[in-house]
């Protein structure tokens, strides 16, 4: 019973994408690109996360607190 | 017009709900995961603030990305894919909950906005530097959020319905598909006057809510610099670009000799009216804020003197020397320092960003763009009212095919919407500044020390990224239209 609830769910998907109009199979590669963009060239190269450097919560607290208290 | 194809059986309907899907599919495909950059930008640009805030957006945006998400996806595979394997029932409901799916994203981003322009429900956790989330609902249910809520998806609607009835006009005008235009139009236009009564109901809770939380904002956004009991409300004005918030600074007396308005109508008592329903009421212009004295209503409802803002960056700066002296007592663990340091924080907290403003006037928002962008959301608002009516009767009276005016004018609303739309949000996220967290945070605190050559890189490839998108969106979108629902 299990396996074929599955096995449907797969038909289902697998069948919608085959048979996608010219339209969908557009907007599917836009989709594609537009993901490879921002996760493998925006936030590989460009977004690297400022406190990422720290390996612990304390020290991301401190540097935010160090930031926030230098008003100079 | 899914629903009227299962109530009726009829496939005209099937047909029209079809065609306006691959619209919103369009649309969809252009817009999903293009927030997520928002999320790359906290990370780098936006260290502070994205730590300062961490753990009151982590829950409205986690219950987004989960809820939402999973939502949308799961039933807008049947929506597209479903029409021939699932029952017309099953099919409506999929297409309802991807409605209902896509209203919920929004309501969580919107939370999280509103949070910005009016924060509670949290507590200020020293150790961290962290806002701790303590009441959910105060945070989720807050007046702002569910007025900006209700706002921004009654906008989309009459978006929508705007968008419907031009693309159908351009039907009309090519003489094509007469039936499907005739009655989009009709669905359109009483579902774009429900949504826009509603739409500025709401706006009207929304100017209400910005007199009491963000004056500066609502001075702004009337070019109101020194007011009176029984303020009146602009209804059409060209500001004097002489009059510079500057010039407060360095040459008083032209400032003051400077009018405010080179042409304005206004209605007398309008905005006390709008603000509180009395007409007497004192509306504060900037000058009377950055001044202070005036009579306000805080959180808790009671009747205060406002402080001049310079009162405000003394009691900012004594919170901020507060948290310093707060760490450097944990550092020392000197348990009686912390105390009196934890005391002066929070006794001044609520002027935290206050703390980082140079001269009072930077609190000032820039004014003409505020002032332009809401009195053109307004005029345009009162026009789409307008068009809507007309529309209506027009499509009674079976008028809407023989006159080419009407078209033209239904097609040149759409860009009208749009700007319309984006002139709300200009009114809402410029008439904030400086704050990124109202009162608690200007931008100036809340960027990390990224160097600007970055930001600039970054802010080139996403203007080039969105002008490609929405190039990309706009041929589709034609190529789809041109094709027609019969396609």
């Not at chain 1, 977004?47 to 930031?67: A, M, T």
């Not at chain 2, 020397?321 to 020392?332: D, F, M, T």
């Not at chain 2, 097609?411 to 700007?419: F, N, R």
Request: net charge positive.
């Amino acid at each position: 019973m299990r396996t074929s609830m599955f096995k449907r769910i797969w038909l289902f998907y697998y069948e919608g994408f085959k048979g996608m109009t010219p339209l969908g199979k557009t907007l599917w590669l836009i989709i594609i690109l537009k993901l490879f963009i921002m996760f493998f060239i925006l936030r590989l190269f460009f977004f690297q996360p400022d406190l990422g450097r720290y390996s612990s919560d304390e020290e991301k607290s401190n540097h935010v607190i160090e930031n926030l208290t230098q008003t100079e | 017009m899914e629903t009227y194809y299962v109530r009726t059986g009829n496939e005209f309907w099937k047909r029209t709900a079809k065609f306006w899907m691959n619209i919103f599919a369009v649309n969809f495909a252009i817009g999903v995961a293009t927030g997520i950059i928002l999320e790359f930008q906290f990370g780098t640009n936006w260290s502070n603030y994205s730590w300062f805030v961490g753990d009151i957006f982590g829950a409205p945006l986690a219950i987004e990305g989960i809820l939402a998400f999973f939502l949308e996806s799961t039933f807008f595979a049947i929506m597209f894919f479903g029409w021939n394997k699932v029952s017309k029932n099953a099919h409506l409901i999929s297409t309802w909950l991807v409605a209902i799916g896509t209203n919920l994203s929004a309501l969580w981003i919107l939370v999280a906005n509103a949070w910005m322009q009016y924060p509670v429900g949290m507590q200020f956790n020293p150790d961290t530097a962290r806002n701790e989330m303590v009441d959910f609902w105060a945070v989720a249910l807050s007046p702002v959020a569910t007025n900006k809520f209700i706002h921004t998806t009654t906008n989309g609607y009459v978006l929508a319905a705007v968008f419907v009835i031009g693309v159908s006009a351009w039907y009309l005008l090519k003489k094509r598909e007469e039936e499907f235009a005739r009655k989009s139009i009709k669905i359109a236009a009483v579902f774009g006057l429900i949504s826009l009564i509603v739409l500025i109901w709401s706006g009207d809770g929304s100017a209400t809510h910005v007199a009491k939380k963000q004056p500066m904002k609502l001075a702004a956004m009337e070019g109101l610099y020194k007011s009176h009991p029984g303020t009146s409300i602009i209804a059409i004005g060209i500001l004097n670009p002489g009059k510079k918030i500057e010039d407060l600074n360095t040459n008083p007396l032209k400032f003051e000799n400077e009018k405010p308005y080179l042409f304005h109508i206004s209605i007398p008592q309008g905005l006390s009216l709008l603000v509180n329903r009395k007409k007497d009421t004192f509306v504060p212009g900037i000058e009377d804020i950055l001044k202070g004295g005036y009579i306000y209503t805080d959180k808790n409802g009671n009747e205060k003197t406002a402080p001049p803002i310079e009162e405000r960056m003394e009691k900012g700066k004594l919170a901020i020397e507060g948290l310093s002296n707060y760490r450097k007592a944990a550092s020392a663990g000197d348990e009686e320092g912390k105390a009196t340091a934890y005391a002066q924080l929070m006794d001044n907290f609520d002027h935290f960003g206050y703390g980082y403003i140079k001269q009072p006037t930077d609190v000032v928002p820039n004014v003409p763009l505020t002032f332009y962008a809401f009195h053109i959301m307004v005029i345009l608002g009162g026009y789409f009212f307008l068009f809507f009516i007309i529309t209506i009767y027009m499509e009674k009276k079976s008028l809407i095919a023989k006159h080419k005016w009407y078209m033209w004018l239904a097609i040149a609303s759409i860009p009208l919407v749009y700007i319309c739309s984006q002139a709300g949000w200009v009114v809402a996220e410029v008439g904030r500044q400086p704050w990124t967290i109202q009162d608690l945070l200007p931008v100036g605190a809340a960027v990390s020390g990224v160097n600007p050559g970055s930001v600039r890189t970054t802010l080139v490839m996403f203007f080039v990224l969105f002008t490609i998108l929405l190039i990309a969106e706009l041929g589709i979108l034609f190529k789809v239209i041109k094709k027609g629902p019969g396609a």
